[in-house]
Each structure stands twice: as structure tokens, then as C-alpha cells.
């Protein structure tokens, strides 16, 4: 399948399970909502310029605020995301070797350590964002820390169970156009 289209699939798929499935689970303990949207950004293609990536960023978030009814609430977490994504990339893995070889980030392509430590990384700072935002104060410092600590902890339990269910087969590239 065409990369493009994959990633178009992806787009729908995933707003669709947060909108529809994942909004509507009631927050555990009043503050644990699961989020699993921004895997979308997590998984794009290691060629994706920087640039692009934050552009289908934004327009990711920014179509989730659509129909949430929240005013860039998830648009700017997911530009941080993306903004912060390469730079990690390029301190967790080899770059002359993973991104020549694979074509998307993911366990096949990098391994458990490393793609533990890029998908926990960018969760802990997508949550701790959002729910920045959401407030706009830290109020009671422990009620916050412990909604950011509860959600990625959830999110990243999703996050796993997701790579072990939906196992993606990681495509690898060659030098033929």
C-alpha cells in the first residue's frame, strides 16, 4: 500500500477511535482520560521533513478540536510533539542506519528499549501539555502531576497493547525509488 494512502487511513482511523470510542469512556478517578491519537504522529515516516511533519501535525490536531468542540486544545500538543519528535529521534537511534533502512518508526525498526523510551518521552510531554492547556494554571501542583502521571500511564498501556495486537510489519526500504 502507498504510503500516502496508509497515512490518510491512519488519519481517519485514529480520529475516528478517539472521537467516537475513546472520548466516551467516562475518566477513571475524575481525571484519567485515554488518549491515543497522537500515536498517529508518533508513526509517520522517518522521511517526512520537518516542516510537513508539523504542518499534518496541526491539521491532525486541529481536525480533532473540529469535532470535539475544543479550541486548539489538541492542536498544540501535537505540533510540540512534532516539533520535539526528529530531535529524539536522532538522540535514540543511529540515523545512517534505522532511517535508511526502515521507513516508519516502530518496535521492528527500532526495538523495544529505544521505541519504550521515544513513544513514553513523547506522551509524558503531550499530556503534561494538554492538560497545561486545559487548565492554564498548575492549581493543586499534586492533582495535576497526578492527571499528567494517570493519563500517560494509561495512554502508554494503550500504546503497548496496540503494538502487541496490531503488530505492523516494518517495512523495509531499499534503493529503488
Known amino acids: 500500500m502507498n504510503s500516502l494512502l496508509k497515512n490518510i487511513i491512519r488519519f481517519a482511523l485514529f ?3 478517539q472521537i467516537v470510542v475513546l472520548n466516551e469512556v467516562p475518566p477513571v478517578h475524575r481525571f484519567i482520560i485515554p488518549y491515543l ?8 515516516p522517518f522521511s ?4 510537513t511533519l508539523l504542518i499534518v501535525a496541526f491539521l491532525f490536531g486541529l481536525s480533532l478540536d473540529y469535532f470535539t468542540g475544543t479550541t486548539g486544545l489538541h ?3 501535537c505540533v510540540l510533539i512534532a516539533y ?5 529521534l536522532n538522540l535514540l537511534l543511529p540515523q545512517e542506519t534505522i532511517e535508511q533502512s526502515y521507513a516508519e518508526p516502530g518496535v521492528n525498526s527500532m526495538g523495544w528499549a529505544p521505541y519504550a523510551v521515544y513513544v513514553g518521552l513523547l506522551t509524558f510531554i503531550h499530556h503534561f501539555y494538554l492538560v497545561l492547556i486545559e487548565w492554564l494554571q498548575f492549581g493543586d501542583f499534586v492533582y495535576f502531576l497526578g492527571k499528567v502521571i494517570g493519563t500517560t500511564i494509561v495512554s502508554f498501556m494503550m500504546i503497548v497493547l496496540s503494538e502487541l495486537l496490531f503488530l505492523r510489519k516494518g517495512k523495509y526500504r ?3 525509488a
Open 48 to 51: 517526512m521533513n520537518r516542516f
Open 84 to 88: 520535539i519528535r526528529p530531535y529524539l
Open 75 to 77: 492542536a498544540a500538543p
Open 37 to 44: 491519537y497522537f500515536l498517529y504522529i508518533l508513526w509517520l
Open 174 to 176: 531499499t534503493n529503488a
Open 15 to 17: 480520529l475516528i477511535l
